[in-house]
């Protein structure tokens, strides 16, 4: 009579829903692909047009976010950065806002808390620090693996190192 029987219809119907199902998960992964694309590029572009070294800046204050998501419940963020003095820009702007941020560099200048005698000997207490930063600083270090190891020194069991060179 031209009917189809139930267990056919049914089975196509629930190929179709399945169909429908697979379309939407692939629109939504590719709409939170674009979001988080977009999301980072115009937070590219907004970092880059502040003067600091776009990727520097970028990934610094990606590490910072993180940094602020690891210690909610410790504050503040005690934050050490190595080679602190801002020519083009600075990663302290980056940093959680509550955080007590020590800058240093072997010569005084904007950024600078703390001018160092010695880059190999870190005058601070061992642990003393959640977090050590460093960007585009160690190249210009000549023995820059002391200067490394006297950041590991420094910064807490339980603490973040990061690193851009």
Known sequence: SGSRPYEEVHYQA?????VM????????????RWWLLRSLAHRWFTLQAEG???SAAF???EFFDFLERSFQDARPIRILEIGSYDVNGAMRVYAPPDSLYTGTDS???PGVDVVLD???ALPFPSGYFNATVSTSTLEHVDFHWLTFLEMVRVTSDSGFLYLNV
């Open 14 to 18: 629930s190929q179709a829903r399945c």
């Open 21 to 32: 199902r697979c379309v939407q998960i692939c629109v939504w992964r590719i709409s939170a």
């Open 52 to 54: 600091f070294h776009a």
């Open 59 to 61: 990934y610094g204050a």
């Open 107 to 109: 010569r005084p200048g």
């Open 118 to 120: 010695d880059p190999y």
